[in-house]
């Protein structure tokens, strides 16, 4: 019920004009036509940069976690539990708190890390706005991002590549396997789908739940030049800042569609292929 009467209240709300203030009023598919036709903003910032965004973040965060977790597992149990939780304690940290380590570095002056090295070697003469420039601002959130994916879906991969049978792996060197490759393809990967689709359904949801990473960076919403704006970053905009709760939710069930399909995908890869 937490989840069914919040998503159905989107859907309501999505047909309507509310500004959190009068009663909602009914508009039809008003909101809709106007995010797709009328809302330029959406359509050449907003959306390709959130499939930008989740195209990379999350397949790359993903195979990241996996590829860790099977390097992982290749040692001994003592240095493994130590790595384990070095990789994992980004996913710990706050976002906020994350997002002013990573200030630090990028800031945009001399005092940041990244620009007093460049100066110091002598790469570049003065300071560059790395935060602020719509030229770096997404490659820095993709950065950033990945660095803090490592959570539970790493953790649940590492668990399904200790918890896969040794003989399994001695029956497939008998029947051909002759390379870690062919033991990944054929015997580690089928045998830990749930953990695979567990991992792989973390990543999509984390990945469009990271919206608020360019903003914390910039710290200005909308980001500079909207090079860094997600749509959730949009539904904020219009939900909390212009109090157009109508037109917000419509991008909120948008943006859930959109979540769905990327399931889906995952569903088809990993899940049960009679339940897909």
Do not use: C
Request: glycine residues 10%.
């Amino acid at each position: 019920m937490f989840i069914v009467i919040p998503f159905l209240a989107a859907i309501i709300l999505s047909f309507t004009y509310f500004n959190a203030i009068e009663f909602p009023s009914f508009v039809g598919f008003a909101n809709y036509i106007g995010l797709l036709t009328q809302d330029e903003v959406f359509m050449q910032y907003v959306l390709p940069n959130t499939l930008t965004f989740a195209l990379i973040v999350g397949p790359g965060g993903y195979i990241l976690s996996f590829v860790l977790a099977w390097m992982l597992a290749q040692i001994s149990k003592g240095p493994r539990t130590v790595l384990a939780l070095i990789i994992y304690s980004p996913s710990m940290t706050a976002g906020i708190a994350m997002s002013v380590v990573w200030t630090i570095i990028f800031s945009g002056d001399e005092t940041g890390y990244l620009n007093s090295l460049l100066i110091t070697f002598g790469m570049i003469f003065e300071p560059i706005q790395f935060l602020q420039s719509p030229e770096y601002l997404m490659t820095i959130m993709i950065v950033v991002t990945l660095w803090g994916s490592m959570g539970v879906g790493f953790l649940a991969m590492l668990s399904g590549v200790l918890n896969i049978d040794s003989e399994i792996y001695e029956a497939g060197y008998i029947d051909g396997i002759r390379n870690r490759f062919q033991e990944i393809i054929y015997i580690t990967i089928p045998s830990m789908r749930p953990q695979m689709l567990f991992g792989a359904v973390m990543a999509v949801v984390g990945t469009f739940q990271a919206g608020a990473i360019g903003v914390a960076l910039s710290g200005s919403n909308p980001t500079p030049q909207y090079a860094g704006q997600l749509m959730v970053n949009h539904l904020e905009d219009y939900g909390f800042i212009r109090y157009e709760m109508g037109y917000a939710a419509a991008v909120s069930v948008i943006l859930l569609f959109i979540v769905y399909l990327f399931s889906k995908v995952a569903w088809r890869l990993f899940g049960d292929k009679e339940e897909a």
